[in-house]
């Protein structure tokens, strides 16, 4: 039986993906983990899929998978996307700004700390991946778009969009840099975020069945 989150696997092959798996095993959220996917039939029946991109600089998400992500937020799917240059690959192009609600700003934020609401986290750390070493700035650039998680010094890490029936996530660094705790934390608000309305749910179901 599929779970109703996918972790996507596209960091090629580093298996930093590990880190989000531990955090999710660790906070009691049961998922599947996936290759990312070549049609819609494959992730449609997911209400939320985490589209892992560890340190991958190029190729990120390819056209046809835009396309296909694209589909499944019109179809009431939320998506988060990790990952420390996942704007800066998908820069200009219609899936980022239009879809997605986010502009890129700048490759590096020049800064590792960063605050959600009131609470301060660290992409370095006790059980942080290591890995982040340009981490995006990015900007909502919609009325449906609002920044989700800004660096210390002010610049936009994380933006929040809703679309009419799904939403997005899209993060300028990845998850993985987070220490255990602060990952843990953080991941959790965000799947709580992005849960579909009710009446979207069942709609999402209704197609996927």
């Known amino acids: 039986m599929k779970q109703t989150i996918a972790l996507i696997d596209d960091d090629g092959k580093r298996h930093s993906e590990l880190h989000i798996a ?3 095993h660790k906070t009691g959220i049961k998922y599947d983990l996936i290759d990312p996917p070549k049609d819609l039939e494959e992730i449609e029946a997911y209400q939320l899929l985490i589209w892992h991109l560890g340190a991958t600089v190029h190729n990120t998400i390819s056209e046809s998978e835009q396309l296909l992500l694209t589909k499944y937020v019109r179809r009431g799917g939320s998506v988060l996307i990790s990952g420390q240059d996942s704007a800066y690959s998908l820069q ?3 899936f980022l700004n239009k879809t997605l609600g986010v502009e890129f700003e700048k ?5 590792l700390d960063l605050k959600y609401k009131e609470f301060d986290l660290q992409l370095y750390g006790k059980g942080s991946a290591q ?3 340009f981490v995006d700035a990015l900007k909502p650039n919609n009325s449906e778009s609002q920044c989700y998680v800004r660096y210390n010094n002010g610049m936009c890490a994380g933006v929040l969009r809703y ?3 799904g939403k997005s996530i899209v993060l300028g660094f990845g998850l993985e840099g987070l220490p255990d705790i602060k990952r ?4 959790n ?3 709580t975020d992005l849960k579909p309305a009710i009446e979207h749910l069942l709609d999402k179901i209704e197609r996927a069945y």
């Open 22 to 24: 531990r955090s999710l």
């Open 163 to 165: 679309h009419p029936k």
């Open 107 to 111: 490759d590096h934020s020049g800064s």
């Open 184 to 187: 843990e934390f953080l991941l």
């Open 189 to 191: 608000k965000i799947i």
């Open 131 to 133: 890995n982040q070493f």
């Open 92 to 94: 200009s192009t219609q």
